[in-house]
């Protein structure tokens, strides 16, 4: 994935007060700093909880941190009576650049599916963030229909009326490696990266699909995340557990 530079997420999933999270945010950007990183070559971003993202944003902006911001979730609406939500709107005020959507804990916590999806990356791109769309299969799914059928679908729904050209992140996560301890071969995710890649390419065209990271994510570590790199169609890593420990993360930023 040469021509695309990788992106390494951690999801901090409902982990961290601000005040934790601006610790984290601090290490992990002093870490990054010591070992020489090329924030160039390497996209690092950090998705907080929505109570963490002024705190954090500060704390990035103060200190000129090379990380990139995100928040997990986002409303369909853009304003209005809908109480509880967060506006896509107020996340870019906030400076962030991506969005999580449709991770699989929303999907199947908060039954949202193709449709909710669909309406929050439509959300996403009208509010300038750029949507990171989570996408994989259930232990069950993956018995009955192997590996890339669901992921490709799930992507092909969330693409629907999205514009050439509009910056979109993939992200495979088999249900059955998030936060398990489980994880896919290397190999597998490269087959199930090029089939989204491809279904991309039906979407969006060629040249978006050449453009578009996608992603692996399920109990990616500092130990196994050379292995997905390796592989030309993943393009970084969507973190969990892992990104709660600054030098843990950082050592899978520094994946080379
Ligand atoms: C995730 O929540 O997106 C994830 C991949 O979690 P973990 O790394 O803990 O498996």
Redesign the pocket.
Known sequence: ATERRPLI?G?W?MNLDHLQGIALVQKLAWTLKDAGFDSGAVEVAVFPPFTDLRSVQTLIDADRYALALGAQDLSPHDSGAYTGDVSGAFLKALDCAYV?IG???RRTGHGEGDEVVRAKVQAAVRHGLVPVI?VGETEAELEEHGTSAVPVRQTKAALEGVAAGTPVVI?Y?PVW?????K?ATPETAQEVCSAIRNAVAEALGDADAAATRVLY?????SGNIAGFMRQPDVDG???????LDAAEFAGIARFR
Do not use: P, Y
């Open positions: 997420a999801n999933k999580l991770h699989s804990e989570c992200a996560e490696a998030i936060g398990t301890g994880v994510g399920g109990s990616v570590k890593a969507l973190v969990g557990g892992a990104s």
